[in-house]
Nanobody, 126 residues
Framework: QVQLVESGGGSVQAGGSLRLSCAAS????????MGWFRQAPGKEREAVAA???????VYADSVKGRFTISKDNAKNTLYLQMNSLKPEDTAMYYC????????????????????WGQGTQVTVSS
């Protein structure tokens, strides 16, 4: 059973930075394809970023130029560096994964993932 554990959330002022981490364990796939999603109160869960095997990331328009997704395959850990944070970035952030026999394409649809972490809260004050 794949386990995803997020960390790194917190409260910051607008313009600040946070780095989220997601540690993956318990899987037997050759590769885990991973991404970040978020959900604000009263809103639907939305994609933030995903990364493919070639290291090519995909970002939501709202975070382009501010957020950077990366993956350390040796540590089985996914990261999200968030800079220039805005109040509208306030949400619960979730790590997501799907198993793969090899190559990963960066995908940003919820239905592309079948494993989810418990989430880490990010709060940005103005």
């Amino acid at each position: 059973q794949v386990q995803l554990v997020e960390s790194g959330g917190g409260s910051v002022q607008a313009g600040g930075s946070l780095r989220l981490s997601c540690a993956a364990s318990g899987y037997s796939y050759n590769t885990l394809c991973m991404g970040w999603f978020r959900q604000a109160p009263g809103k639907e869960r939305e994609a933030v970023a995903a990364i493919g095997s070639a290291g090519n990331p995909v970002y939501a328009d709202s975070v382009k130029g501010r957020f950077t997704i990366s993956k350390d395959n040796a540590k089985n850990t996914l990261y999200l560096q968030m800079n220039s944070l805005k109040p509208e970035d306030t949400a619960m952030y979730y790590c997501a994964a799907r198993g793969s026999g090899g190559f990963c394409f960066a995908k940003i649809k919820i239905y592309d993932y079948n494993y989810w972490g418990q989430g880490t809260q990010v709060t940005v004050s103005s």
